[in-house]
């Protein structure tokens, strides 16, 4: 079927079998998970995956490509929607989802946040996303990569950087690198931990990246909060905070904010 990718979709159809096997193997699928595609285009990692799980749902935005899913691929649960506002808990009843896809690399950090909204329902996630934004997340502190993804996704859940993926494999060919992530669901969050909080202290603290944690706070929601009754260095930037030492900063500021 000749169906060109649109640019404002962020598409770019993977075609390359030998980085579709590698990306199965990776997910190892097994007949009784729950598995939400998102974007299959014209199916290069669907049909890999179709018949290797009882509850497969695609979720794809563009309609052009709907009858040709259908057709390609009998049965299929096919969600013809834009993926940031599907509702996950509504497509399975399950807390166990396995989350898969090719992403639209412009809209992959509101993707990866929707994950952090419907963490308790995701067991896992297995992404091709631009290889500049896999090295983010799995940066360590004091790195240029390391940021507010680092941060968010080391603590919600336990990623893993899989492998480099070449722009020769995608048609078109993007001028950027991919790669393969592997996101694991983190079974030990901090039951005590404010997350909503702990979101907002994070992307907060990185605002201004070259500046204090001191300076970056005060300039951001969190201007009014009197910073001097807390024993914590600020003078240090954000850059320089493990993800232990976030949770420990949200932990201490807590009492003093009436967030909900």
Same mark, same amino acid.
């Given at each position: 079927?000749?169906?060109?990718?649109?640019?404002?979709?962020?598409?770019?159809?993977?075609?390359?079998?030998?980085?579709?096997?590698?990306?199965?193997?990776?997910?190892?699928?097994?007949?009784?998970?729950?598995?939400?595609?998102?974007?299959?285009?014209?199916? /290069?990692?669907?049909?890999?995956?179709?018949?290797?799980?009882?509850?497969?749902?695609?979720?794809?935005?563009?309609?052009?490509?709907?009858?040709?899913?259908?057709?390609?691929?009998?049965?299929?649960?096919?969600?013809?929607?834009?993926?940031?506002?599907?509702?996950?808990?509504?497509?399975?009843?399950?807390?166990?989802?396995?989350?898969?896809?090719?992403?639209?690399?412009?809209?992959?950090?509101?993707?990866? =946040?929707?994950?952090?909204?419907?963490?308790?329902?995701?067991?896992? /996630?297995?992404?091709?996303?631009?290889?500049?934004?896999?090295?983010?997340?799995?940066?360590?502190?004091?790195?240029?990569?390391?940021?507010?993804?680092?941060?968010?996704?080391?603590?919600?859940?336990?990623?893993?950087?899989?492998?480099?993926?070449?722009?020769?494999?995608?048609?078109?060919?993007?001028?950027?690198?991919? /790669?393969?992530?592997?996101?694991?669901?983190?079974?030990?969050?901090?039951?005590?931990?404010?997350?909503?909080? =702990?979101?907002?202290?994070?992307?907060?603290?990185?605002?201004?990246?070259?500046?204090?944690?001191?300076?970056?706070?005060?300039?951001?929601?969190?201007?009014?909060?009197?910073?001097?009754?807390?024993?914590?260095?600020?003078?240090?930037? /954000?850059?320089?905070?493990?993800?232990?030492?976030?949770?420990?900063?949200?932990?201490?500021?807590?009492?003093?904010?009436?967030?909900?």
């Amino acid at each position: 079927m000749n169906i060109k990718p649109i640019k404002k979709f962020g598409q770019n159809y993977l075609i390359d079998q030998n980085i579709t096997n590698k990306i199965v193997d990776e997910i190892t699928p097994l007949t009784d998970d729950k598995i939400i595609e998102i974007g299959p285009g014209l199916g /290069a990692l669907t049909s890999k995956l179709y018949n290797k799980s009882k509850s497969f749902t695609v979720v794809e935005i563009d309609r052009r490509v709907i009858e040709f899913l259908t057709e390609k691929f009998p049965g299929i649960n096919i969600i013809n929607k834009d993926i940031l506002k599907v509702d996950f808990p509504s497509i399975y009843k399950s807390k166990e989802l396995r989350i898969v896809g090719n992403l639209p690399y412009n809209i992959t950090s509101s993707i990866l =946040f929707r994950l952090i909204e419907n963490k308790a329902i995701i067991k896992d /996630a297995v992404f091709m996303i631009q290889y500049e934004v896999a090295k983010r997340i799995t940066a360590e502190p004091r790195t240029k990569d390391y940021g507010i993804l680092s941060v968010l996704l080391n603590y919600f859940f336990n990623p893993k950087f899989c492998f480099k993926v070449s722009p020769n494999v995608f048609k078109p060919v993007p001028n950027v690198d991919s /790669a393969v992530i592997h996101i694991f669901k983190n079974e030990n969050l901090d039951p005590i931990l404010n997350e909503k909080l =702990f979101i907002k202290l994070v992307k907060a603290s990185f605002g201004n990246r070259r500046k204090t944690l001191k300076n970056s706070l005060k300039n951001s929601i969190f201007i009014d909060y009197d910073f001097s009754k807390i024993n914590v260095d600020l003078t240090r930037r /954000a850059e320089e905070l493990s993800v232990s030492e976030f949770i420990h900063l949200t932990k201490l500021i807590q009492p003093g904010i009436n967030e909900k």
